[in-house]
Structure formats: structure tokens, C-alpha cells
């Protein structure tokens, strides 16, 4: 979309209810592009901070080119 901005979204669903708001962002994300007719897909980095709420990652790698993910929480909001 742009020349010069790279999007980061940083997401760690731990409980449930940190699942369900990642949800919610990422139908928004996505309907977003859709209404109006631009994608942030290579400019869009996600980062999964280590999440163990079954079927979030699999909402990230369905919905985003570029996943990265780490299996232990790495700590950023300490």
C-alpha cells in the first residue's frame, strides 16, 4: 500500500477473551481491504507472542503472509 510504512500487529491470546478481541481485529483488518479496495499484505508483519488459546495461529497464517511466531511468551509488556 505504501512505500515507507511497515504495519506491526503484536498479538499474545493467552485466555480466551484476548482470542475473541484478536478475532474481531482480524474481520476488521480484512473487511477493511475489502471495502476499500487496498491490501496491507506485504507491508503487514504479525508477531505472535506466544499464544496457547488453541486456533489462533491458525487465524494468523490463514489471514496474513507474514506470521512470526515465537512458542515461549518473549515477556514485552514486563
Do not use: P
Amino acid at each position: 500500500m505504501t512505500d515507507n510504512t511497515l504495519y506491526l500487529i503484536i498479538t499474545c491470546c493467552v485466555e480466551q477473551t484476548r482470542a475473541t478481541t484478536q478475532k474481531k481485529v482480524v474481520d476488521n483488518l480484512q473487511r477493511e481491504q475489502t471495502n476499500k479496495s487496498y491490501s496491507i499484505t506485504d507491508d503487514l508483519v504479525v508477531f505472535d507472542n506466544g499464544s496457547t488459546v488453541s486456533g489462533t495461529l491458525n487465524l494468523l497464517r490463514n489471514n496474513f503472509a507474514h506470521v512470526v511466531t515465537t512458542h515461549k511468551n518473549a515477556g514485552f509488556w514486563s
